[in-house]
């Protein structure tokens, strides 16, 4: 298991030498490197002299774990079977009436007939540039867990699971927990982790963690492992005696616990009947606060002060209370700006305080008012707190505000950010290639995708230059019953205006080269679905953005499928190589969120960009289970995600280079080196969460 996850977040593994060679190994390692080329792998020197010192029974068992974690992370370990095996030229070339009738005896068997055609000979696929694997170290190792365990941001269900491993199975794992774990929701889930695991110190050390009741709900909730952002209601476990006891000793040890409590009254109330809170009189503060809780006994709240403040427009008293908690203070920072006339006094205060905000909420505070007045789409976005990627676009209605007033609140985040990155150990000569402005910082992790490559919402990757044609493919297997996915793409213009679609329901443009590869409606032993996009015709025809849609069309959720996943090959002849060729494959990523329609990604053509998107849509009014009841919503939030602005790994590294070091313009010269490909990249998402932001 180490080495399935050092491979997937590091492109590394771990190796120690043996002193069982075989006189005919080099042979066996030839045939390994050439079953890895196959997939767009090689190995790097350095292993291939530790497998020289390998046994031939040695060298299997390495052979055999490696191929089939790197099967499966580009997807590789499955079949696939098109409807139409000579995909795409076949489609394009089938009169459209045969098309149809195929389509409808399909449908008509639920799936059961598929026509049958002889898969022809397809022309050789030229080699394209092998990814190699790098030997790692046992430190390197290590320290992408205590990365991970001191990130400042939210972490994916996929990090949760890799630290999980780490706590249950790697020696000595608790004695690398840090003093602080600066995110709350990170903490729940490690701390959980920890007591789940039940060794003689598990609980040992872990009361200082703990400041608030909001944190011992979320540790509760993450035993029972429901959703630690709190966005939805839990079903709480029931806590033995040792585990109440522990629970209700660090509720005691919290301050203000009973306004903390009510914010989340009905949860409190139901832990409350899981806790037995009665059973432990010396937990005076927590009993009192329970009994408040059920006999609806009132509580004065922060928050009903600030509010009432403001009503009453006492712009003193409300800075006042506002400058007790910062973070709070800025989150009403706009607001104050744009409904008060003392804003000099309102910076003012915010300038108190800004040191005793987390810088996570300082570089998206600094980016809003960097960008306040410039919404190219006049829409905003929102990507609420849960398990699911949901996103809502809605019309941005605020008034603008001052320039000046945006700039000075931008100079105080960057002074602050500037003393506190200060403190951090050096960075020496630092060189940050231009290209990391195309990806965004990762401040909320918890949404994302299971992904070869995992990056941040909105991020934007560079199309392979010699690209002609974009190949996305849709894998899945049936639930409990027959499921039908669809793989789709909407063609819009410059503007966001429809101009066409590619989908079950139109297998092949009349304009573009855009072809489907048929629609399947039953997968009891797996189904898989292509879409080809030629990039130079769909251009010619003045569409500008694709829009990659996947429909349930049966209305099951994907996290209800045993395996479903998606991606995209870059394909420079499409007629070429095999229609599921792993080299090829640019990024696979699974589809496992509580919902029915997802959005994976955009493609920018004039750019030769992958918007990275990652939304999945819960079903409502505005949604429908298939591309043509969604097309205006589809415009509307791809729109704003294409275009919404958020703190850029550019920028967050410049202030950090600025904090802790020097610019280099020359990468042979520097001592820190950040790029796409080479030093620290966009994929080193926990070096980022916990050494950077």
């Known amino acids: 298991m ?29 045939t390994i490197l050439k079953n890895l080329e196959t997939l767009g792998f090689s190995l790097s020197l350095p292993i291939i002299n530790i497998l020289k010192t390998y046994s031939i029974e040695q060298l299997k068992t390495f052979y055999q774990q490696l191929i089939k974690h790197l099967k499966q992370s580009i997807g590789a370990h499955v079949q696939y079977k098109p409807m139409y095996p000579n995909f795409p030229k076949q489609v394009m070339d089938t009169d459209s009436a045969v098309l149809y009738f195929n389509a409808i005896i399909h449908y008509l068997t639920e799936g059961k007939w598929l026509p049958s055609y002889q898969a022809h000979d397809r022309a050789r696929l030229f080699d394209l540039k092998l990814q190699v694997i790098e030997l790692g170290t046992e430190q390197e190792f290590k320290a992408l867990f205590i990365n991970l365990m001191q990130a400042k941001t939210s972490l994916s269900e996929t990090d949760k699971e890799d630290l999980n491993w780490f706590i249950n ?78 629970l209700l000793t660090l509720l005691e040890q919290c301050n203000t616990i009973e306004e903390d409590m009510l914010r989340y009254k009905k949860r409190w109330i139901r832990l ?59 989150r009403r920072l706009d607001y104050l700006l744009r409904t008060s006339t003392e ?132 894998w899945w297997k049936n639930g409990r019953e027959r499921t039908d996915l669809d793989l789709s793409a909407v063609m819009l213009d410059n503007n966001w205006h429809y101009k066409e679609h590619i989908s079950f329901t139109n297998l092949k443009s009349t304009k573009y080269n855009a072809v489907h590869s048929g629609d399947i409606v039953d997968a009891p032993n797996g189904a898989s679905e292509f879409i080809d996009l030629d990039i130079d015709s769909i251009l010619r025809y003045d569409a500008r953005y694709i829009v990659l849609n996947v429909y349930s069309y049966t209305e099951q959720a994907y996290c209800d499928l045993p395996e479903c996943f998606a991606g995209w090959m870059t394909r420079e002849s499409p007629n070429s190589g095999e229609i599921y060729e792993p080299k090829t494959v ?20 004039k750019e030769r960009q992958i918007i990275w998107a990652d939304m999945s849509l819960s079903r409502n009014p505005n949604w429908f289970n298939t591309l043509e009841g969604n097309l205006r919503g589809i415009s509307l939030t791809c729109r704003a995600i294409t275009e919404m602005t958020k703190p850029n790994l550019y920028d967050l590294v410049y202030l ?7 610019l280099c313009d020359d990468k042979t010269k520097a001592d820190t080196i950040f790029d796409i490909n080479d030093g620290i990249t966009p994929l080193d998402l926990d070096i980022f969460m916990c050494d950077f932001i």
Request: glycine residues 2%; aromatic residues 8%; positive net charge.
């Open 2 to 30: 180490n080495n399935e996850i050092f491979i997937r977040r590091k492109q590394k593994i771990l190796l120690d030498n043996s002193n069982n060679s075989d006189p005919t190994i080099e042979q066996y390692i030839a």
């Open 169 to 246: 199975n790697y020696p000595n794992a608790i004695n690398y927990l840090p003093e602080s774990i600066p995110h709350k929701e990170n903490m729940a889930t490690i701390i959980a982790s920890v007591i789940k695991k039940g060794t003689n110190d598990s609980y040992a050390n872990i009361n200082h963690h703990f400041k608030t009741a909001t944190d011992v709900l979320r540790l509760t909730v993450a035993l029972s492992k429901g959703d630690i952002s709190l966005a939805a209601s839990c079903k709480f476990i029931s806590f033995n005696r040792t585990t109440r006891r522990l």
């Open 272 to 330: 409350g009947e899981r806790l037995h809170p009665s059973e432990f009189k010396q937990f005076n503060k927590a009993n009192q606060a329970f009994h408040k809780l059920r006999n609806d006994i009132a509580i004065t709240t922060f928050n009903s002060q600030v509010n009432a403040s403001i009503q009453q427009k006492d712009i003193v008293k409300t800075l006042h209370l506002l400058k007790s908690r910062a973070g709070e203070f800025a």
């Open 343 to 474: 804003q000099t006094l309102i910076i003012d205060s915010f300038r108190e305080v800004t040191a005793n905000i987390a810088t996570p909420v300082l570089l998206q505070v600094r980016e809003y008012f960097k960008q306040r007045n410039h919404n190219p789409s006049n829409l905003r976005v929102f990507f609420p707190k849960g398990d699911i990627a949901k996103a809502f676009a809605i019309p941005n209605t605020l008034p603008p505000l001052s320039e000046v007033l945006c700039q000075q609140v931008v100079s105080l985040c960057e002074q602050t950010l500037i003393a506190n990155y200060q403190a951090r150990s050096p960075l020496g000569k630092v060189y940050i290639n231009p290209e990391l402005k195309n990806y965004i910082v990762p401040f909320s992790q918890r949404s994302a995708s299971k992904a070869l490559k995992t990056i941040v919402r909105g991020s934007k990757l560079a199309i392979e230059p010699n690209a002609t044609t974009i190949r996305a493919f849709l």
């Open 586 to 605: 640019a990024n696979k990523f699974d589809l496992s969120a509580n919902s029915r329609i997802a959005i994976p990604f955009i493609i920018d053509l």
């Open 656 to 662: 950090n280079a600025k904090a802790r070091g020097s």
